[in-house]
């Protein structure tokens, strides 16, 4: 697929405190891409270096191939949406979306053509001649989206829009925008710190930690196959487990040797080449966490059941392993009964153990014997 916009090495300090560390990725033509992480992470930073509203020590920035990194923000074919829309409060709707046009020296005629356009494209034909104090947060923001459309670019650059919204207008305008983006074929950089948000309306999500980009993939391949420690315990909810390998079980099966002593688990080693006696860590999802009244072949894990809830058709439970550290288990209730302080045995299939890196790519946990 045509890459539209790639960041090379990008790294970026502030007083001293590198925030970016090196930065590379390609965006493809059309995609729905989100940056995702938690507050200071770099996103914003990122954002204002691609809109040039922020220089990189190092990196370059290519738009369409051409390097952009020198160029002022208004010679670079992007345009940003901001939280907060800064809409110009004393011009209506129509001339609030007309503006970029004007800017552009477009006829009158054309400008009329296209505002009405645009104004049916984020649904809000008839309201040209309000003032944007006359709208609800939500059409605010429509508004701000068709002003940026009107503004042309390669790449829309949208730093949580939605952040200011209540939930429900949020879920809405989600859907709204993910259909809006599809329906124009545009690329949309997108900012947030929501997962549920970034998994909901991304083709892809680049998921920042420290200055860093720590995966890259679909929400599917983030959610099933986290590479990290940070990525698993980020999106979703892992029980994170290290272990050291035990030996060969059957069919790529490896048996594990749980830290703590809680006891041994099988996982299924994929692409990893793993090693006798070698550490490694690797996570479980809450939903493929399974539970048993007796221990299942490959599985010694006792743990003790410490609370459940119904939570509208899953059953949440807190297990403690037996050096007292804490499991979740999300599953459908089977009909079997649970008791708080009820012993039960925790398994898995092997094939939802999921091996993770560092972000360099080494093992999180050293090799035994191995240096740090
Ligand atoms: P949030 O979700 O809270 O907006 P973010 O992931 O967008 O966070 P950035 O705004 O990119 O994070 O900030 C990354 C780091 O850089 C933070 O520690 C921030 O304090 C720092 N930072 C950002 N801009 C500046 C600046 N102009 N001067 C000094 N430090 C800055």
Known sequence: METILSLCGIRKQFDGVEVLKGID?????????????????????????????????????????????????????????????????????????????????????????????????VQLSGFGGRRPDELSGGQRQRVAIARALAAGGDVLLLDEPLGALDLQLRRQMQRELK???????????????????????????????????????????????????????????????????????????????????VGEALAHDGAHELHACEQVSFCVRSEHIKISETPVPGFSIAATVRDYSYLGGMLRIVLALSDGREILCANRPDGSVLSAGGRVWVFWDPKNAVFLDRPDGAPEIPRKGARA
């Open 25 to 121: 990725l390609d965006v493809r033509k059309g995609e729905f891409l989100t940056f995702l992480g938690p507050s200071g992470c770099g996103k914003t930073t990122t954002l204002r270096i691609i809109a040039g509203l922020e220089a990189p020590d190092t990196g370059r920035v290519l738009l369409n191939g051409a390097d952009v990194t020198d160029l002022p923000p208004n010679k670079r074919n992007v345009n940003t949406i901001f939280q907060n829309y800064a809409l110009f409060p004393h011009m209506n709707v129509a001339a609030n979306i007309a503006y970029p046009l004007k800017l552009q020296h477009r006829k009158k005629p054309d400008i009329q053509a296209c505002v009405a356009d645009l104004l049916d494209l």
């Open 179 to 261: 259909a809006l983006q599809k329906r124009l074929g545009r690329t949309f950089l997108y900012i947030t710190h929501d997962q549920e948000e970034a998994i909901n309306m991304s083709d892809r999500i680049a998921v920042l930690h420290e200055g860093r980009l720590e995966q890259l993939g679909t929400p599917q391949e983030i959610y099933d196959r986290p590479k990290t420690r940070f990525v698993a315990g980020f999106i979703g909810q892992a029980n994170l487990f290290s272990a050291e390998e035990a030996g060969a079980f059957e069919d790529g099966v490896v048996r594990l040797a749980l830290d703590g002593g």
